[in-house]
């Protein structure tokens, strides 16, 4: 398959004829005819429908888009000469027969050129006047750069490996194993969001081969284009993710670390790992069992002589703060006589091919047969085996793998749906979607009330409402250490939050340094896992001794003390959308931060600038006799505490910032309040009971942040049980007052909050504490704390 190839713009007919229809307008040329219609689906949103003519099947297929959102309200035609307009709440859209434009409320707006949108068979154009663009962004999980402008986009699902044997030496191939038409596009200081609904394969150019041009062609089927209203890039987001749905709130355990290899082969190698992980004081969440778990690659089975008793050892795990994973593919072994093979057999719910057979590729197991997730009794089937083989084994989760779909040697378009009847491309791209969704009812079938867990490897649009995602196998190199920044923030922005890449790189064989600097890059994403292919050299934290080993168990507890305030962004995505890992320009409108990709803000407070290239390549800086790596960090308006040094530096500049292979550059925002653990750690087992608030202010004006309550692990918290607590703190003369607005379902004082203070004048003495008006005094003293520096006091 060619990917990445479009046709040319030329190539296509492009209307001359326009007549009002009932519900909106007809366009037509020689070849085709198209029908167009508006719908209002919210205030912020507008959905332009294209149903053209020559379309086999014109039912849309795809699961993007909520279905409280998929009606929406019909805006009628206002017929002109030779023009047709809508007038939503969002803006005025006028069309001619092979053009549009609307100008949204915001003043934004969105253009075609005037031979701007045709046809050549199925396949649809549409031609973007998109001159004055100085950042473009979205489209899920993409590798390059940030900034889409010049690059193009190609919406095909792939396991990347198989079909880019060259992955190994680069860092830029296009497609990947998730596929999300949304291109945000940045004019000025205003952001708009398109979002192209088609499920089926999409092409994108952003000014590459056409400058000031954004091309999107469809090869199949219609499309729906979705405008969604800024100005704001955070605006745009909310939208999208109100619209395509937002990750349910993540358990506090699967925020931790988690360990994985392909694969811990036997259960005498699990118990190692949990006593090495022991014996290095490393606190760990979740062990992940590959592949070679079960019986002969069969799903759902374990290989009965390397994991005799699984049940008991996940309990046992489980009962020392450590949950499991394990890794469940689609593909069924085709072999009769196999519980599963025959059961789905008998209850029809494999894909088929055009002839009707049942579609056979080639997986780990052989010649395997794929369940048709986008059927009712499929989902029913699945959910029922999955669900009870995580109870019997006692999982907390799946890891659900070679869904892009992955079918060996066998071209995936013979594999057809719903009996046959659908082709493939209409699911191709949402096979993976639709095993999430067959599976998140697994998790609770028998717990109702557990949060599910999901990791997957290939998604579309809308994906997040039931699992997280891995960016597949990747590299131990340091481009494609570089690459996972650009990768999670682009996802973020496309509703993806939860994500991260395989730290330490998965092919290839990892080193110290660029082990440790993968763990400090990665430490605050939303999904942090070291993942490692088989063969490669081992790269638990421990495998390359000192001083390795160190500075990533500092990176890991670091994560852990953090986990309050991860869950604070994580329960603020949950409401709102936002995504935890965000670009400086999420909340800075600066032209400079179009294309910063090397550092990024961890929800509204938090700043990471990691290092990226490896001492001795011409960066190092030498303090104290040591070598130092530098990089550039900028720093927003405002003033930035570095959390190395413990210093307040002035903002808006950028700097050169050295950092020794232990530290990492990180830095609080002036006026924000981050609430930090500061209990024991042993794996997943924390008392959140008691939470630091770390007040980084210098007592010219107040600080302020919210915590979130609840009991960290069940969906109570959908029917409201959970406490909101909103805080401020505030100098006067010498003494701080911090008040506590607490609000919710548990008692107001649940959770013992004690301030720590960053800056503050030397005569600052004490500090009075206000939980709903009640008060209370404390004398405050210098902390000693090993992560931050001796600048800071805490409560006595
Ligand atoms: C695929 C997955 C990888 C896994 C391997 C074996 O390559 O992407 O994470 O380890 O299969 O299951």
């Known amino acids: 398959m060619l990917f990445g190839q479009k046709t040319h713009p030329l190539n296509f007919e492009y209307a001359d004829h326009l007549t009002a229809t009932e519900n909106g307008l007809r366009v037509s040329g020689r070849s085709f005819h198209a029908d167009i219609c508006c719908h209002e689906i919210t205030p912020f949103c507008t959905r332009l429908s294209f149903a053209n003519g020559q379309v086999g099947d014109p039912c849309n297929h795809s699961d993007a888009i909520q279905t409280d959102y998929r009606d929406g309200r019909l805006i009628p035609p206002d017929i002109g000469q030779d023009q047709v307009s809508f007038a939503p709440s969002g803006g005025l859209i006028t069309f001619g027969p092979s053009w549009f434009n609307m100008t949204l409320a915001t003043g934004a707006v969105v253009a075609t050129v005037r031979e701007g949108f045709g046809y050549n068979g199925e396949t649809f154009i549409a031609h973007f006047d998109i001159g004055d663009a100085t950042g473009c962004y979205g489209f899920g999980e993409r590798t390059r750069r940030f900034n889409k402008i010049d690059d193009s986009v190609d919406n095909w699902t792939v396991d990347v490996v198989a079909v880019f044997p060259h992955t190994f030496q680069r860092d830029d191939y296009d497609p990947s194993y998730a596929a999300i038409p949304l291109a945000i596009i940045k004019s000025g200081a205003h952001f708009t969001g398109l979002y192209f609904d088609n499920p089926g394969r999409t092409l994108f150019d952003v000014g590459k081969t056409h400058g000031g041009r954004l091309l999107y062609q469809s090869l199949r089927g219609n499309t729906q284009i979705y405008i969604l209203t800024g100005p704001s890039l955070r605006q745009i987001v909310r939208h999208f993710t109100a619209l395509t749905g937002r990750a349910e709130l993540p358990s506090l355990w699967s925020l931790g670390y988690h360990q994985c290899r392909w694969s811990y082969e036997n259960e005498a190698q699990i118990r190692d790992l949990q006593a090495q992980f022991a014996q290095h004081d490393i606190p760990v969440s979740a062990l992940w069992y590959d592949i070679d778990y079960m019986d002969g690659y069969r799903l759902f089975t374990w290989n009965g002589e390397r994991f005799p008793a699984p049940q008991a050892l996940n309990q046992e795990l489980k009962q020392a703060g450590i949950r499991t994973v394990a890794i469940i593919d689609p593909g069924v072994k085709r072999e009769p006589g196999y519980t599963l093979y025959d059961s789905g057999i ?82 191709h791209n949402q096979y993976a979607h639709f095993m999430a969704k067959a599976s998140h009812p697994a998790c609770t079938r028998h717990a109702p009330d557990v949060r599910p867990f999901l990791l997957t490897r290939s998604a579309c649009t809308g994906t997040q409402r039931y699992s997280a995602l891995w960016t597949g196998d990747n590299v131990s190199s340091w481009e494609h250490l570089r690459m996972a920044i650009p990768c999670t923030l682009n996802l973020g922005l496309s509703g993806l939050a939860y994500n991260g890449p395989d730290v330490g790189g998965f092919l290839g064989d990892t080193q110290a340094e660029l082990l440790v600097r993968w763990y400090q890059a990665c430490f605050l994403f939303p999904f942090f896992r070291n993942h490692s292919a088989r063969h490669s050299k081992r790269q638990e934290p421990w495998c390359f001794g000192e001083p390795c080993l160190s500075a990533v168990r500092d990176t890991i507890k670091t994560r852990y003390r953090l986990l309050p305030y991860l869950y604070a962004c994580a329960f603020q995505h949950y409401l709102h959308g936002d995504p935890l890992l965000r670009p400086l320009l999420y909340d800075y409108e600066d032209k400079d931060f179009e294309h910063l990709d090397d550092q990024f803000l961890v929800g509204d407070a938090l700043l990471v600038a990691p290092i990226l290239t490896p001492a001795g390549t011409g960066q190092d800086i030498v303090i104290d006799g040591g070598k130092r790596q530098s990089r550039a960090v900028t720093l927003p308006p405002g003033r930035w505490y570095d959390l190395n040094k413990g210093l307040w530096l002035d903002g808006d500049r950028t700097l050169r910032y050295a950092a020794a292979l232990d530290e990492i550059p990180l830095f609080a925002k002036e006026n924000s309040i981050i609430p930090y653990y500061n209990g024991p750690l042993h794996n997943s087992l924390m008392d959140l009971g008691k939470i630091e608030l770390h007040v980084f202010c210098e007592g010219r004006s107040s600080a302020r942040g919210t915590v979130w309550i609840d009991d960290w692990e069940t969906r109570r918290y959908t029917r409201g049980h959970f406490n909101s607590v909103d805080i401020t703190a505030r100098l006067d003369t010498d003494t701080w007052t911090i008040t506590l607005t607490e609000q919710g379902h548990y008692p107001s004082g649940t959770v013992d909050f004690q301030p720590v203070f960053y800056g503050g004048p030397e005569s600052a003495r004490q500090a009075v504490l206000s939980t709903n008006g009640q008060r209370r005094a404390r004398a405050l003293q210098p902390a000693s704390r090993p992560w931050i520096s001796q600048w800071l006091t805490v409560l006595a």
């Open 346 to 427: 008998e209850a029809q719910v494999f894909c088929k091919t055009a002839s009707g057979r049942d579609f056979v590729g080639r997986v780990w197991p052989g010649d395997t047969v794929f369940p048709d997730f986008t059927l009712a009794r499929t989902q029913d089937w699945w959910a029922e085996r999955l669900g009870d083989f995580l109870r019997d084994s006692a999982l907390d989760g799946a890891w659900l793998d070679m869904n892009d779909p992955a079918t060996g040697y066998s071209n995936p378009e013979d594999m057809r749906f719903a009996d046959g009847t659908i082709e493939h491309d209409r699911y």
